[in-house]
């Protein structure tokens, strides 16, 4: 035999010279749940190790991260039901949670990254991304709800704002918005090939976020499709998106890949709440390693072509890295 590919394979040090992808702490944006109060810390139920923050309590959860290596945050607000209305109002009042969180965040810790969430779900009496009128989710009036949100945060300090709702346009009309306002350092991480996903399930219960009725299927993709994805893309880009993501990601390598061989922007990964919990679920049982399947998994979003990975796992692995 001429050719034995296991020669690269026999010891430690000359498979770790053949690894082709390896990750860092760099990589990462790690979402952080946020509520009301004070001196608040509770664990969400369906993801073991993850929990929601107050805004004081918070800070110690980056300080905590940042320590470890990592930079970037992607903070979510679980927003009291009193303050949700039809037009998600509470996404674009100054003083409220999230945007005072920002704040706070960057006052003690200016030099990490902020990616913010545009999306009006959080918000939402309907518990949908967008306006709802008779059952339908109106496209171009949510727009200027996304746009004031935009604003708000990047008001705020948000380094890269993150639209999540898969409405039409909506790249374009925030950029318009922020340059109009004198933002035009504001980065937009566009939620490109975001699919209606049964992985979403532990998110909506951190936020208390599901749609009071029907699905996202009208403007999430369809999980059948993959040329669709390049269609967003397309749009993103003329649009002036700086990054493209891909969400889930574990369901949807072939998507990562897609969308790495035809942009020259960073890609990246949303690796989702189901995601984490089912790994989490099957580690408590001792099913499987959760740890191993950590690894495995975030390594495989990365060969598939991601550069940038949105993770639960994220502190997690950090300390993993330095053990
Ligand atoms: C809301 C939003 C969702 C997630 C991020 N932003 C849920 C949804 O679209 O219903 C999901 C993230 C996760 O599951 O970890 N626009």
Not at 9 to 16: D, F, G, P, Y
Not at 153 to 175: E, T
Request: charged share 25%; hydrophobic share 40%; glycine share 6%.
């Amino acid at each position: 035999m001429n050719r034995r590919p296991r020669r690269n394979r026999q010891t430690e040090a000359i498979r770790n010279m053949v690894q082709e992808t390896s990750l860092s702490t760099h990589d990462f944006i790690y979402p952080l749940f946020l509520i009301e109060g004070q001196n608040q810390r509770i664990e969400v139920a369906s993801m073991p190790g993850i929990n929601r923050f107050s805004v004081d309590t918070v800070l110690d959860e980056v300080a905590a991260c940042v320590e470890l290596g990592v930079k970037a945050f992607a903070p979510f607000p679980a927003v009291p039901e009193q303050y949700k209305d039809k037009f998600a109002t509470e996404s674009y009042n100054p003083e409220g949670l999230f945007p005072s969180a920002i704040r706070e965040i960057k006052k003690n810790f200016p030099d990490v990254a902020l990616i913010t969430d545009i999306a009006m779900d959080p918000y939402s009496s309907d518990g949908h991304d967008g306006i709802v009128e008779n059952g339908e989710i109106l496209n171009d009036a949510t727009l200027e709800v996304l746009g004031k949100m935009a604003l708000v945060q990047a008001q705020a300090g948000a380094d890269i704002v993150a639209p999540s709702d898969m409405m039409d346009g909506r790249v374009g009309h925030i950029r318009r918005v922020l340059d109009e306002h004198g933002f035009t350092k504001v980065g937009i991480m566009a939620y490109t090939a975001k699919y209606a996903s049964a992985f979403y399930g532990p998110f909506r219960d951190a936020l208390d976020s599901a749609p009071k009725a029907g699905d996202k299927k009208t403007y999430q993709m369809n999980y059948a499709n993959s040329r669709e994805a390049l269609i967003e893309a397309e749009l993103d880009t003329a649009e002036g998106a700086d990054y493209l993501m891909v969400k889930p990601a574990l369901s949807y390598l072939d998507v990562i890949k897609l969308l790495r061989d035809n942009s020259n922007l960073p890609i990246a990964a949303y690796n989702v709440s189901g995601e984490y919990a089912m790994v989490k679920a099957a580690a408590q049982k001792g099913w499987i390693d959760g740890e191993k399947i950590m690894v495995e998994t975030l390594t495989s979003i990365k060969r598939a072509g991601a550069d940038i990975i949105l993770s639960y796992f994220a502190k997690e692995f950090a300390q993993y890295l330095k053990k």
